[in-house]
């Protein structure tokens, strides 16, 4: 089978599904990827053939003019996801001629595949592979972002439906506006729902790498949704640093790391947990700077903490007592996936969807803030790490994960797709 995956130009985007190209060219598919030009190389690197298209580096946008605010978050969106839909669409149809895969596997952000879902024209399979929470539409009127949890009573829930009608006014129903217009120019039809629901149902498939504990339990699933539980990183994904025997001695284990997205400023999150826990002669604090080179540190590293660019997180996960995160998607669920209870911050992006989840999960707390200071982060980690229940919640999350044979899982959404949506484009 031959398999074209479609990828969103964001380090947390396209590295699951290079992990899934993995798993198909090691059964003996052929994968063709197609992602920005600024991402061609790293794809190149794992050893893939990549077909690059040119996005003007959409994803990385910041609407700096504007404050903070609905208005610049709408545009934000707009601009590095909507406005890259007909580039992204005519490289897909393109491919579709020329390589004429079995099936497309896009990331749900990759919203190039919509014109291809709301048109007649022939096409392969498409298979979406979300990499983030569920963004479907609540059920109790809560609106998606601002990370709120299920509502508990009726006043919570008309609360919920009034917020929820404000954000439709200000951010969901302009930018449903905006990508029907998009999606017009290029002659498809309009969205069936918000753009976020509509990515979750029109593909012919769902990936979701996760467990459905993580998940609210409120309101309808996505009829084609499948949840997998959690890829296994490489073994050997990125070197060991000279100091990683010190994981093994007596201390205890904390990570703290902002991604590789919003990573900008070292001191929203991984300074000030250095400095918080610089007393803790007890821990060890290692710290990921997401690429960003140690020297971007300021001050000196406290003596109980060890700093790398990147750190190889599929070793390094199972010796954790605690993570700190500012709530990337991908490390939160490698976290759950591992037992490991976590201090979440962050509410940009996805974030605060993805803190709030971790604390209704009971499997650790979120400060809900993107620069918390030293002595909420250290009043937090310390609540975590005395507080024998987190760690029981991540372990009962990590026997979920367990549950699934993952590999074998995503596989079979991919081949189930391919056999019940005939090749019309191969014929």
């Known amino acids: 089978m031959k398999l074209l995956l479609a990828a969103t130009p964001l380090t947390g985007h ?3 599904l290079l992990a899934l190209a993995r798993l198909a060219q090691a059964r003996g598919d052929e994968v063709v990827v197609t992602t920005a030009r600024a991402f061609a190389a790293r794809v190149a690197a794992a050893g893939f053939r990549c077909v690059a298209y040119a996005d003007d580096d959409a994803p990385e946008y910041r609407a700096t003019e504007l404050p903070a605010g609905p208005e610049r978050s709408r545009r934000e969106f707009e601009r590095r996801f909507v406005d890259p839909i007909p580039v992204q669409a005519a490289a897909l149809r393109r491919l579709i001629t020329e390589e004429r895969p079995d099936v497309i596997v896009a990331g749900t952000m990759f919203l190039g595949v919509l014109p291809l879902l709301l048109s007649e024209a022939p096409r392969p399979p498409i298979v979406g592979y979300n990499v983030s929470f569920l963004f479907r539409d609540r059920a109790d009127g809560a609106p998606l972002g601002p990370g709120l949890p299920p509502s508990r009573d009726a006043a919570e829930r008309a609360r919920y439906i009034a917020f929820g009608a404000a954000a439709d006014a200000a951010f969901v129903n302009p930018v449903r506006a905006y990508a029907d217009a998009v999606l ?21 498939a ?17 009829e084609r949704l499948h949840f997998v539980g959690a890829l296994p990183l490489p073994a050997a994904e990125t070197p060991r640093p000279d100091w990683w025997p010190e994981l093994d001695d007596d201390r205890r284990v904390v990570l703290v790391t902002q991604g590789t997205l919003a ?3 070292l001191g929203e999150l991984l300074e000030p947990t250095l400095a918080a826990l610089a007393h803790r002669d007890d821990l060890l604090v290692v710290a990921s700077t997401g690429g960003r080179p140690v020297e971007a540190l300021s001050g000196p590293i406290p003596a109980n903490a060890r700093v790398a660019p990147f750190l190889p997180f599929g070793a390094l996960m199972p010796k954790l007592d605690l993570f700190i995160t ?39 707390l979120n400060l809900a803030a993107n620069a918390p200071g030293p002595d909420a982060i250290r009043a ?12 029981a919640r991540a372990r009962a999350l990590a026997l979920d994960f367990a549950r699934h044979d993952t590999p074998r899982e995503i596989l079979a959404v991919i081949d189930g797709a391919a056999g019940a949506l005939a090749h019309p484009a191969a014929a």
């Open 184 to 204: 017009a120019r290029l002659g498809a039809r309009p969205l069936p729902a918000s753009l976020t629901q509509s990515i979750l149902i029109l593909p012919d």
């Open 14 to 16: 396209l590295n699951p």
């Open 326 to 364: 500012n709530g990337g998607y991908g490390s939160v669920t490698q976290a759950l996936a591992s037992g490991v209870p976590m201090v979440s911050a962050g509410v940009t992006e996805d974030k605060a969807e993805i803190g709030a989840r971790i604390a209704w999960s009971g499997a650790g």
């Open 263 to 265: 990573n900008g400023d």
């Open 380 to 391: 937090a980690a310390e609540t975590v790490l005395a507080d024998p229940g987190f760690r």
């Open 206 to 222: 769902l990936i979701q790498p996760t467990v459905q504990a993580f998940e609210y339990p409120e309101g309808a699933l996505p």
